[in-house]
């Protein structure tokens, strides 16, 4: 063989040699586009932290508005509403005599446009709203006014505040019941739940719960309502046929610091997640047998939380931290901390 033809055959092995690298090199691999999207307020910060699942990093973080705080999304997923309020913060134990004046002009529910990640308006909610619920086809409001003790009515596409119904000094957790008629609203002063009538927009029965209850949260069924008491370390379970208390959950003494506040129920109504503020736990209780099921620590003052669609995660936002947890519920582990904006409150999952 020449010389030549020995370096034209050495040519050809290196050029198939290189297609031959060149076709196994593995290509990278894409990773599932989210199915669905977690999005935090943040009450110091005035802006709505967006979280991608599938990455468990905030992917956008958008100005809302004074001090953002209850979140909830559409019936159709595509609009986010956000109380904003031009009230000053005032925890516990705050003079406030000391607090500068309110700006009501910063009162109101923002509207968020999930598609753009954008804020498209703000609408009245009545003075200082903190949290809120919708009617079943989402064209009402009914906003928790904690300065003014109202629940004030909104009719969303004419933006008008249609009615303002009396409820117990600084009402707080708004809910609408599963079957769309009634929406109950707790007072933390008068530790009780005021019962709306959506027909009528009347109160029509008022339940006595215990010191500072928090949130009101329902079996997809509707045949039970659970309050959380922050300052007794309780949950009471309400019959809601016969509207009164029907029993309650021990979750910790005061002196543990176990502060219930948030809380929400299984896709399948099996259990019931509670958040414990400073107590810095979640609890599941077993809505069964209204036993403890677990506990455990998610981080510091765990305040809003919300699941995943299929019910397998869970999210914290903690509040001194400026994160919020991603807890595997099969091992109830923190599985990562997302850093957010300062003071996270609310979480509201939007997706499928």
């Known amino acids: 063989m020449t ?9 050809a092995a290196l050029i198939f040699s290189a297609c ?3 076709e196994e090199a593995p290509k990278p691999v894409e990773k599932p586009a989210a199915t669905y999207h977690v999005y935090v307020t943040n009450e110091a910060s005035n802006n709505v932290s967006v979280i991608d699942p599938t990455t468990n990093e905030v992917t956008a973080t958008v100005n809302v508005g004074k001090r953002p705080r209850g979140i909830h999304p559409s019936p159709d997923g595509k609009t986010l509403y956000v109380a904003l309020s031009g009230s000053p913060s005032a925890p516990p134990g ?20 999930v598609a753009q990640n954008k804020m498209m308006k703000i609408i009245s909610g009545g003075q200082d ?11 009402l409001m009914y906003v928790s006014n904690e300065e003014s003790s109202t629940a004030s009515i909104i009719e969303i596409a004419t933006a008008m505040i249609v009615g303002s119904v009396k409820v117990g000094e600084e009402p707080e957790g708004v809910t609408t019941s599963p079957d769309g008629k009634t929406v109950w609203v707790t007072s933390e002063n008068f530790g009780n739940v005021s019962v709306i009538d959506t027909a009528t927009r009347k109160v029509t029965k008022t339940i006595k719960i215990g010191s500072r ?14 309050v959380t008491r922050e300052n007794d370390g309780k949950v009471s379970i309400v019959d809601t046929a016969k509207l009164a208390v029907s029993g309650e959950i021990e979750l910790g003494k005061t002196a543990d610091m176990i502060k219930p506040m948030g809380a929400v129920v299984s896709p399948d109504g099996s259990k019931l997640y509670v958040s414990t503020g400073r107590g810095k736990k979640v609890f599941i209780v077993d809505t069964a047998t209204n036993m403890i099921d677990a506990s455990f620590e998610v981080g510091d003052r ?20 400026n994160d919020v ?18 003071r996270p409150w609310g979480i509201a999952v939007i997706g499928h």
């Open 3 to 11: 010389r030549r033809n020995v370096f034209t055959l050495g040519i």
């Open 20 to 22: 031959a690298r060149t």
């Open 302 to 321: 765990p305040w809003g939380i919300g699941l995943s669609p299929d019910g397998k995660l869970l999210y914290s936002a903690n509040g001194p931290s």
């Open 213 to 226: 209850p928090r949130k009101v949260v329902f079996l997809p069924d509707g045949s039970k309502a659970y």
């Open 129 to 139: 709203p903190e949290e809120f619920s919708l009617s079943l086809d989402g064209s």
């Open 94 to 113: 705050v003079d406030e005599s000391t607090l500068p004046p309110p700006d009501r002009a910063l009162d109101g529910i923002g509207l968020f446009d």
């Open 325 to 342: 947890s991603v807890v595997d519920l099969a091992s109830r582990t923190v599985i990562k901390k997302i850093k957010v904006g300062e």
